[in-house]
């Protein structure tokens, strides 16, 4: 009796200390990541391209980050940049991410009711294209020059904005096309002399024989790309509100593990999307390609004085500022500094956030 009693106290004894050893060591993520998997996870849309897609989304689902911060995300794929913005002001989606900058300004300006919470590309890999005969041996090269673009488009806006400052942009004449396509065949046909296109043509810009001629992130560096937009009133609601730190989170923790592994990006970028992989490497491995979740507030403020210098937006008494927030970002990466205070990746964002959102 007594060696029963002996060993059953020895088994409770060693039961303790072992969960007391477990709840030190956690298996995955840190407390707070588990306290939020144990809750309900709160849905959200996401609208991309599905030319580019959405790489923090893709390697946040793969590494566990999206149900281990508790956020359940139904990615929705819009190619039209118009049909996006339709789809956000109508409520079909909750949250816009790869349609640029100069787009969602112009919305705005027009009064639609979208801010800016985050953001995806701060450079987006845009390049300007000719013939290689074509000569281009700076930003002279362009007067009196015919340039393809697609209206409104990151590629339209950076290089007018570059054009506007060295004093050329009405030295140049501008011919407007609907499809990035369009634009390489009409320079390949001779109809117009250089071309600017969003991300991912290289290699389709490359079987015509064209060659890039500029990039136009060397002349206006960090001048925005795309940015994460939602609606204000959307916004208002604490609950959505909580959606967006939790995606903000796991997109951060996501942008982290993309460090150093572009291979595992390209690879789940080809198993996303219908892209063979020599396309998605050229876009994602470019060095004029920069994956960025900070709302770059300073940026999307200078762009929008651009686009008024030169007419895309026109005199009126909104405040830009209005429509960037940056409170709940800031919490997100607080509250990962808190849990990971060892990361040397979210300190650099803290220092990148202090310098480029006062």
């Given amino acids: 009796m007594r ?16 969960v007391g050893c477990g709840a030190n060591a956690p298996v995955g993520g840190t407390a707070d990541t588990k306290d ?16 580019s897609g959405q790489v923090f989304q893709y390697m946040a689902e793969a590494r566990g980050f999206l149900k281990e911060e508790g956020i359940d ?38 009064g639609q009711d979208f801010t800016v919470f985050g953001g995806y590309m701060i450079i987006g890999e845009t390049p300007l294209y000719g013939k290689p005969e ?27 904005g570059i054009l506007y400052d060295a004093g050329l942009l009405n030295e140049v004449t501008f011919v407007e096309y609907k499809k990035n396509q369009e634009v390489l065949q009409a320079i390949a046909s001779g109809e117009v002399d250089f071309g600017a296109t969003a991300t991912g043509y290289q290699l389709q810009a490359a079987d015509l024989g064209l060659k890039v001629k500029m990039w136009p992130d060397e002349y206006w560096p960090n001048h925005s790309c795309c940015r994460m937009l939602a609606t204000g009133a959307w916004m208002k609601n604490e609950k959505n509100q909580e959606a967006l730190y939790r995606l903000l989170r796991a997109y951060l923790r996501a942008e982290e593990a993309m460090q150093g592994n572009k291979d595992e990006v390209v690879e789940l970028v080809v198993k996303k999307l219908d892209l063979d992989k020599a396309t998605v490497a050229s ?26 210098n030169f007419g895309y937006i026109k005199d009126n008494n909104i405040k830009i500022e209005d429509h960037i927030n940056t409170t709940i970002y800031k919490r997100a990466l607080d509250s990962l500094l808190k849990d990971y205070p060892n990361s040397q990746f979210f300190k650099d964002k803290l220092v990148q956030f202090n310098q480029n959102n006062s």
């Fill in 283 to 308: 876009f994602v491995k470019s060095e004029h390609m920069k994956y960025d979740s900070d709302p770059y507030r300073n940026s999307v403020v200078k762009m929008w004085n651009k686009m008024g």
């Fill in 73 to 110: 995300v139904n990615m929705v794929y819009i190619n039209n940049g118009t049909d996006a913005f339709t789809a956000l002001a109508g409520g079909k989606v909750d949250v816009i991410s790869t349609y640029g900058t100069g787009g969602p300004l112009i919305q705005i300006a027009n």
């Fill in 134 to 160: 074509a000569e281009w041996k700076s930003i002279e090269s362009f007067r009196g020059k015919k340039i393809g673009i697609t209206r409104g488009g990151t590629p339209d806006i950076v290089l007018k």
């Fill in 3 to 18: 060696k029963l009693l002996f060993l059953f106290a020895f088994c409770l004894v060693a039961a303790l200390v072992l």
């Fill in 36 to 51: 939020k998997a144990s809750k309900d996870a709160l849905k959200i849309s996401v609208a991309a391209q599905n030319n």
